[in-house]
């Protein structure tokens, strides 16, 4: 016997509304444009509300599959009809979808000693981060002793790679993003300044805040996010491919090689990429100045070394060494700690930016408060 199209039939009885099924209910059939047009006009005519009492006949079906039957579990609301007429072969393909399609119930609440748990979980995972950047900041400590021993011995190219890559291919990047912050701080301060005619006072402004705060912080958010990151995914990286295995069985130790190169190149890129951002600022704030508010380069340059205090470039300077070896650390720390599958590495990179950022602006904070009196 050919297979039919599913089809639903409906007659008045003097009992209600009498729905005859017939064809085959499978999901073959069901997947036919004009069959599941057709199929789901006349079961929405029949969830109407105020419709006569339903009497739900099956004994015609050619075939029903579970596609089938949960398209009728799903019509009659996942719950029995009051009135259905069925095959007995049929009853047990329903009674497997009415199974499976009941509600699960909903979570219990966690008590108050689940919470402590999980308290306790996320202290024992911060105080194992801990460890491991306190073995790792111990083993930097150590290299650097031998590297001082011995300098001939020392990773040197592994550092000249770094540095380029770094610090050179990071200058563009870096004077685009600190001259655009150039620009729209001096828009932004015009606009006040000029209420009270303290139009000298921008250079005053733009000099502190470049030099002393934006510059070094803004270099070292674009550096965690652009080398830090790639710090980790290259560790994850060695980790995936078992790389970091095979240098254990060389015999090659891991913290020479891999985190004390990164570490100098980072110390030493930092404050040259923080210099480099904040002249692009103050190119950026200059001429905007001199455009909004008619400060002359020339007036810049000459009121700018009376303004702006030299301690303040030695501490961006400071400021940005600490903040290079942070990333560094992070950086190589979240890669170590990869593992062995893809997912890991991506968590572990946006990890290494995330915290990094985040410790970047604490230092920061640090900074301020405890030199405070210096240079203002």
């Not at 291919?169 to 000029?194: C, D, E, H, K, N």
């Not at 994850?236 to 913290?255: C, F, N, P, W």
């Not at 001429?287 to 303004?307: I, N, S």
Request: charged share 15%; aromatic share 6%.
């Amino acid at each position: 016997m050919p297979d039919k199209s599913p089809n639903i039939t409906r007659r008045s009885t003097h009992e209600g509304m009498h729905l005859l099924l017939s064809g085959c209910w499978t999901a073959a059939r069901l997947a036919e444009p004009e069959s599941w047009t057709h199929i789901e006009r006349m079961l929405a005519q029949s969830e109407e509300p105020g419709s006569a009492p339903l009497t739900w006949d099956l004994r015609k079906l050619q075939r029903l599959d579970h596609t089938g039957a949960q398209l009728l579990w799903n019509a009659w609301g996942h719950r029995w009809p009051d009135q259905l007429l069925l095959l007995e072969a049929q009853r047990p393909m329903l009674n497997r979808v009415a199974h499976y399609a009941r509600t699960a119930p909903a979570p219990a609440g966690r008590t108050l000693w689940q919470y402590f748990l999980l308290l306790g979980q996320g202290l024992l995972v911060v105080t194992e981060h801990l460890q491991s950047l306190t073995r790792l900041i111990g083993q930097l400590l150590l290299d650097s002793v031998k590297l001082a021993r011995h300098p001939g011995q020392g990773p040197w190219r592994d550092v000249s790679g770094h540095l380029y890559r770094i610090g050179a291919t990071a200058l563009p990047i870096t004077a685009l993003v600190g001259f655009l912050i150039g620009v729209v701080l001096a828009y932004l301060m015009s606009q006040q300044l000029r209420q009270f005619g303290a139009n000298s006072l921008i250079v005053n402004i733009l000099g502190i805040a470049l030099i002393r705060e934006l510059g070094p912080v803004l270099a070292a958010i674009l550096i965690a996010g652009r080398s830090g990151s790639a710090i980790t995914a290259q560790i994850g990286v060695m980790r995936v491919t078992e790389e970091l295995d095979a240098m254990r069985v060389m015999g090659i130790a891991k913290g020479y090689r891999l985190v004390l190169p990164r570490a100098i190149a980072m110390a030493i890129a930092m404050p040259l990429l923080t210099v480099w951002t904040t002249l692009a600022a103050l190119l950026g704030g200059m001429l905007a100045a001199d455009l909004v508010m008619g400060v002359t380069p020339a007036y810049f340059f000459e009121a700018l070394p009376r303004a702006v205090n030299v301690s303040n470039l030695g501490l961006a300077v400071g400021k940005s060494v600490v903040f290079g070896l942070l990333i560094a650390i992070i950086g190589c720390h979240y890669g170590l700690r990869v593992k062995p599958n893809t997912q890991s590495l991506g968590q572990g990179t946006t990890a290494s930016v995330v915290s990094s950022i985040t410790m970047v602006i604490l230092v920061d904070a640090l900074f301020a408060v405890v030199f405070k009196d210096i240079g203002l």
